[in-house]
């Protein structure tokens, strides 16, 4: 009898990590067919809609953007995802999107394996699956504990005004006026806040919606908060800024 076989999508900025991870799927995945890859989130929403994936391959931290850009954009998504990474600290968050499995690169074989047996349970996969809830609830709490130089600063979410993106770390200022130098990128630090609280309007920056006092429309938009800071909106985030503002 003939195995069905689903339609699998892969999406990665960097093209050697797509065809590797192709190479895997095809050596140890015999119920996979890759049908399309994609590099950037404008590529994935597109490719998504055109080929109608049964499982999409998605990497985190994307050039102008993350996976979680291109999950947004599917509220009630009719694929599975499994989440692929370098990194561990998106884990939470990609449980939060109800993510089949996530898997850390380099790709363990078995891993994949595992990951692509059964598309219907993701609990029965997540090895740390009870720690994870627990972690939910303290991000749901709005509790966050972000590594600095000097150890661990906990902070609630609501004391951020905004972050400002610094090669491979986020200075973080508070309502307060406190600026918090936090080892983390921002893609990372965004991982971790809560959803819909904040909004990215470029890539340098990430904003606490209720931090907005006015928007300024000219040539471009920028964002002035409470403080009299005045953040740029990139052109490819303008469109979704306005929409979480309800402008």
Request: net charge neutral; proline share 5%.
């Amino acid at each position: 009898m003939q195995t069905q076989t689903y339609r699998a999508l892969i999406i990665d900025d960097e093209r050697e990590a797509r065809n590797v991870l192709r190479r895997l799927i095809e050596r140890f995945c015999p119920q996979l067919r890759v049908c399309a890859e994609a590099g950037t989130v404008e590529e994935a929403l597109a490719t998504i809609r055109e080929h109608q994936p049964a499982i999409v391959f998605l990497d985190v931290d994307l050039r102008e953007g993350t996976g979680f850009d291109i999950l947004d954009a599917f509220p009630k998504p009719e694929f599975k995802v499994v989440f692929t990474t370098a990194h561990n600290d998106f884990a939470i968050k990609a449980f939060k999107y109800r993510a089949l499995h996530y898997l850390l690169k380099p790709i363990d074989p078995e891993d994949l394996i595992v990951a692509t047996h059964e598309l219907h349970s993701p609990s029965k996969y997540w090895p740390e699956y009870e720690l994870l809830q627990q972690s939910l609830k303290n991000l749901q709490q709005n509790k966050l504990f972000l590594p600095t130089v000097q150890g661990t600063a906990v902070i609630r979410a609501e004391e951020i005004a905004y972050a400002f993106a610094n090669d491979k770390y986020a200075t973080l200022t508070l309502e307060s006026g406190e600026k918090l130098f936090v080892s983390l990128t921002l893609t990372e630090l965004e991982a971790q806040l809560p959803g819909g609280d904040f909004v990215r309007p470029h890539q340098s920056y990430i904003v606490r919606i209720d931090a907005v006092r006015k928007v300024h429309k000219g040539d471009g938009i920028t964002l002035l908060l409470k403080d009299k800071t005045e953040i740029p909106v990139s052109r490819r985030n303008k469109e979704k800024v306005l929409r979480v503002l309800g402008l």
